[in-house]
């Protein structure tokens, strides 16, 4: 398993494909650091001996130690540990773990190949577990590129009037393909070692030649990311971890790029567009059942302080508040193990969460994230938009001011009181607390989504049929299907 | 086991000692009726092959094959099969299947006597395994008795004007004691074969003659059952399940009655009163994560189904409101996995919940249950509250123009336009309508007391030690609290 | 000014067209006395000096002096009048006051007859002005009767499989139409003295038939009241006004109707078929910004009442609830005097109330009024649908018992605690309380229809201007409209 | 009246008492800028002929033609002026106008200082009409400065540890006295010509030096301006007003500073803390009224403006959420409206506004503005925080793709694609974005302190007088409010 320095040496070998404000830079632009030490974490806590069980596991194709993050589940237990994992590790980054993303890309692919090439005889299967042999000894991260530019939202990718709004082949070759297009809001594109790219909705048989799917090194060639970072104002005075973690998103080029064939794991099957695009969705909304419940336990904590240090954290009011906080996170917690429990083996060996439970917890978080800021913001009060800069706490004409006047809650020095509110501003009124909140309700899917994923994949029928049973209409009515159905999920 | 036909014939043995309207009458009053068909459901569906794993399991104590609402969990695996049994049941008698009650109250009583025996060296759980044996040879069903009248809801027992607001000890005998007050709200206690009664809330010392827990046949002397039953109008053309299931619950006069030694589980521990009212309320909660979804799954089906009568089942909003069922039912259903996988072996061999997970599934269904109502209502149109009445459908001069006028969609014919709209009637704008509402947001304890005890139980110290950590505030930080922290439930 | 005598000496001359629950009854059957009840209340208010100013006013065709629910408004000043006379007597019969519907139906009348005339050089608008001063003179109460049965409700009239889904003219003779279909759900059309039936939805050329609207008394030969009343079950020993007072619904059959021309309003006019139904709707939603507060008002009061009653009215939580019925009421309120504010005088005189008020107003209501219903429960307890039967209050072996315990708050008597439990449950678990909860949301146009009516009434076009404007868009952008647009409703 | 210009060069003249980022700054500095270009807007368009009704009035005081920002409302016109002139001008500098906290402020001394004249003998009244006729003639704009940094919340300010918790009087002498303390979160105080300062809650006899109000200059001796502005990036290509328009809110620390005793107008009646508290607090919420509706104009025309940039503005989900902003917006201005036709006329002469209607008016908009966020981030997607940054739309290697793929709605070019979706992005996911949720929530007053007052100020009395007339409980019941009671605000 690599170290956090070794994967940051990696990053610095790479070519300078990145774009930031209308200048070409390197990955170790000062405004891409926050990225990266995210990242860092899922290499640091997977030394540390007390999350050993949680961090690692024991690869089965290699049989080697490797980080759960490049592992795929092969039981409810590993899924539940997946969702472990990503619940402390964004715990301690104070939100997105980021490199998840990669692991569900594996995870679809790994299910997707198979799928294909039990149908058509093809050999995806054999390339994508050579390229996860790789990807596990060299212990690598990647982001994956699913959402296309799209142009006209009403317009499937081959009625387009841009034929690039989604990414596609033009061209095949006998060692590989060309391919050409823009994929957008590509989080850690721009401090991935790898990416990896699969079509973003179901497709028809005319969208054949946007049935792509593949990996490529981020500074491969003919590709550009055009990335906007984002990052909290450094600290002068009271450093805190939150603000050395942060995020980017890459608006990313395909400018007729080639991809050799090993690398290619989808080639023209549009009948698998769907499947492989809710393989994806449906094991990042999973691993969506353990970030989010770890956003909301963020922002509980800082209600949780920032109560306390207004003196109102026995008021009735505010308790009812923080019991909220707690709602949503364990509510989205246990449909993550639920679909866990009640996941399946897929043909690849890929333990593959139930989709219902996957998407209701997901989309419960998508629908109360600005909710959960609103709370924080009702028991904050206004200070946390209007509180004076850091400098100002240390200027010579207002330091005494300012050190006199923050203290709300005389237990609390005011150095506390001032770290309690700076945290306080930063988590709520930052660019990351806009990042957190609209990729809260968009990242993974938006609760739009989920809700046609639900209307898709929810028994309704069965539903039915216990109505039609309990009102007589028996005609039509499937016995069977009222005795023997399984109250959901068993 | 018992076959539902010797339930009832157990049940006319009993002595008259329910009022109903301001008259006595027998346990064979029809409008008992309705409750005693529920009941006879889980008597029934034990005899079934297709449902043995679920209805039935071997007791812990006698080896003896047992209905499994007689027995107590022993094991994860066993709570989600209660869970499971219980939506089952709920679905088939549409909605509350009410026997879950005494195998709450039986799980509480296991727990507590056996930690009051631990603590004081008495010797309850012997009398309570006892019992239990009894309990489980007879396959008896039990209502549990845990709301107290109450009075002046801002004071405890002691300091009531009325002494008598909560049930207590009013004698002590060598062979027994005597007690006065009143239960209310008691569910199926008219047609139980027994009552447990359980204190309801904590307790001071002076408080300590409030600390009883004993279990009687439910036509014990000196116990009145004031019993208000609730019932459907009977169908006179068109026959349906549903209308031949209904409940009762009894105002229960505790008038100087006399309770032998071996059936009293608690007598003066006042410091178990907490104890004892939380185990019974977290493990009904749990139940109730089986039962609320099944009355979701109701709700669901009549919607989609009258959807389809008026045709609209393809429409957009009525696809995103049917998506919320799912959303509530299986959100709740998932807390209850949860709630079992991380709950815990108590001292007596009882596997108990895990309290937060109970709580936040209950909470959600109270929350939402009238929210439900109102989707239905939305999507059924203002017929369901205007239907004519079922003669109307067959008088000389009324049939001819409502068979005519009852169809919206073609392809459903009159009578099961008509069953459609009656059954939506009898669901959402009768008196079980109602009861299921009310019950839905009081029964085992209404959202107000799932966030008091979230209050109490959820780790909101683990939540503000991230928060500090990410401000940079260590001092007083328990560093081994945060690192070994379970992210919750792992 | 007819007295209440009148008017039901009146309603008993007719002759039996209605039939309940399979049989013909006649006006005097007591299950449709509350609602005759009910309409009594608008005459009795209207000889009460106190009330003067707002239950009469003078006719603006006779000038004489006239009940106010039979006069067609001419200022901003009559439509507040007119929502304050609303708001006063449905807090008087405990809800809906049943009589606007006449009056909502009239001013549709006004305004359309007119423009139809302007237009055709029709002469619609004087047999209407001649119908009207009839009306005045005779001091009569209509029901409306829009909503048709629909049939399949994707389909136009003139596309249903069934012809008569609408109602719709079927024979055109010299001196007047025949008319045929149901009209369903018409409340109050069993204790009304006439009826006045309009089309229900936009037309085109080929759905002409079924632009039709037309007048007739109650009784008139060849039309059919299928009906159901809802009344409460009737007190014994505590007599209550709540329960005096009730509604029914009339499924009311035209089975070949002769209409004679001078009581034609529409006769083909297809292009007229929205503007009706929309005057109609938005003119009656505004009556809704008057009723709908009133029934917030009896939920508040009647929470209040039950919170003091568990001795709770002071707990924090409560409070907060409180405030949601003066939140909803008020707003509602308001919304309706914008709505007379900003109204307009239409070529007919009669003065007409804005839309967008008139529909944000009632859609707020229609979608809280399950949510006031919950809050009522919430702070009421499970009580409300557990309290034994009336009678049990009363038996010689329940008496003492209830007596003594149903007492929380000791500074109310046992007799005013049972009454305030059993309006309690008259209100909330009561079929006046399924039909006031599905009224509430469907009554006038549910929720859907108001979005509906807001997304084509509301000028969004101006608020896109302002967004152009801010962004620095200025190709295309209306400058005029920008500055001189009206912030809404000024 | 004075131009913009004028504004500016008085404030230019002002004396350097800000502190900006642990630097001393002058009224001159880049990012108070964006504040002034607020303020300007008021003076602009008062010289516009098209708004002078709006935006000027005759003064009561000396007949001249006056900005009506500096008028006291003598009617309910004039309040519905008022809330029309803060709408428009909000619309136009996208959101918060804040010269209307002057404006309330001085409405409120206007009551109260005639009212404690009219109890005590002072001559606050005489001393406030003679700064009212100076502040008209110089056209002056005062920040209000009403919240002290309050210390521990539970505790008066009498019991504070830190007795400078809240502003007081420390020292009287005859020409004035001198005050200690720190106002917090004072909008507009840095680009404002006047200071005034009030109490912010209610006070005991213990606490009267804390009853201290008065009016100063923003540059006065001893007064220290510690300042957050907050200010979008600047735009580089594509210039938009909104970008030049912002806000900063000062924390203004008190040092032993001198009040001459013609600019006190309150000082030590603590019996009327609550009642100028609320003064300012009722009038301010009504003002509310006027510029949150704005607030939602502009997320509504910018979520309709995106939708349409996504090409799905005809999607049904997209439609219902558009009428969510119609919803609360004119819900909100139509509390206003009724708040203002059933105000009062004081005892000085100002119309004040009803309080019930300001505050639910003001609390809806307040729990709805994190909700209306969410929305426009429902509509417009991810792309709202991963926007490439406004650079690298005219980069050498970045302008092509951008241009070409930013298009999704072929209608739409790609530099007005990119200024909408940069219009978004600076509405939603900018510092503005959290300055409008955070003071959408707190300005004014949170929904809680609105709950508060309204539990203060509305009669639930007459609402349990409805339910006991309904409920037959005539024993204390004053029947005489029940029928004369308003049915609310008639």
Chains 1, 2, 3, 4 share one sequence.
């Not at 980080?67 to 590993?78: G, I, V």
């Not at 034929?163 to 957008?184: M, S, T, W």
């Not at 904050?380 to 800069?389: D, I, K």
């Not at 899917?445 to 989920?450: D, Q, R």
Request: charged share 25%; net charge negative; hydrophobic share 35%.
């Amino acid at each position: 398993m690599r170290t956090a320095a070794q994967y940051k040496t990696d990053l610095e070998k790479m070519k300078d494909n990145i774009y930031i404000g209308g200048h070409q830079v390197g990955r170790d632009d000062p405004r891409l650091g926050p990225g990266v030490n995210v990242i860092s974490v899922t290499f640091e806590l997977a030394q540390n001996p007390d999350w050993e069980d949680v961090m690692t596991t024991t690869s089965s194709l290699t049989g080697g130690k490797i980080n759960r993050f490049t592992y795929l589940p092969q039981s409810p237990y590993d899924l539940m540990q997946k969702q472990k994992m990503i619940r402390l590790t964004a715990q301690r980054v104070g939100g997105c773990i980021q490199r998840c993303m990669g692991h569900d890309a594996l995870t679809a692919l790994s299910v997707c190949t198979k799928e294909m090439d039990d149908k058509n005889g093809t050999d995806y299967h054999q390339r994508f577990t050579d390229y996860l042999k790789f990807y596990q000894q060299h212990d690598l991260a990647a982001a994956c590129a699913q959402t296309d530019m799209k142009g006209d939202r009403i317009k499937r990718p081959a009625e387009q009037a841009n034929p690039d709004a989604y990414v596609h082949i033009v061209e095949k070759r006998p060692d590989g393909i060309v391919v050409r297009g823009a994929k957008i809001s590509i989080t850690m594109a721009a401090n991935a070692d790898e990416i990896i790219v699969i079509p973003t909705r179901a497709l028809r048989e005319d969208d054949k030649d946007y049935a792509v799917a593949f990996a490529i090194p981020s500074d491969w060639d003919r590709i550009r990311l055009i990335t906007r970072p984002v990052w909290l104002r450094e600290r002068k005075g009271i450093k805190a971890p939150f603000c050395d973690y942060g995020v980017s998103d890459s608006f990313i080029v395909f400018d007729d790029t080639f991809i050799p064939n090993e690398r290619v794991f989808m080639c023209g099957e549009w009948d698998f567009g769907r499947r492989i695009a809710l393989l994806f969705a449906d094991s990042h909304r999973h691993s969506y059942t353990g970030c989010k419940p770890a956003v909301s336990d963020i922002l509980c904590g800082a209600t949780a302080l920032v109560a306390q240090a207004n003196n109102i954290d026995r008021v009735s009011h505010v308790r009812e508040k923080l019991s909220e906080f707690a709602g949503g996170a364990e509510l989205a917690y246990a449909a993550g193990i639920a679909s866990a429990l009640y996941g399946e083996k897929t043909s690849s060996g890929t333990f593959f969460p139930e989709a219902v439970y996957a998407n209701v917890g997901r989309r419960l978080m998508g629908e109360t994230i600005y909710h959960e800021f609103n709370l924080l913001t009702e028991i904050a009060g206004g200070l946390s938009v209007t509180l004076p800069f850091e400098e100002d706490f240390y200027g010579e004409q207002t330091k005494s001011d300012l050190d006199k006047y923050i203290v709300r809650n005389p237990e609390i020095t005011p150095e506390d009181s001032h770290r309690i509110w700076r945290f306080v501003e930063n988590l709520s009124a930052s660019p990351m607390a806009h990042w957190y909140a609209i990729a809260g309700v968009h990242g993974g899917g938006s609760p739009i989504m989920e809700t046609i994923t639900l209307n898709a994949e929810y028994d309704y029928e069965s539903k039915k049929n216990i109505a039609k049973y309990l009102a007589g209409i028996t005609q039509n009515l499937d016995q069977s299907k009222l005795l023997k159905e399984k109250p959901n999920a068993l």
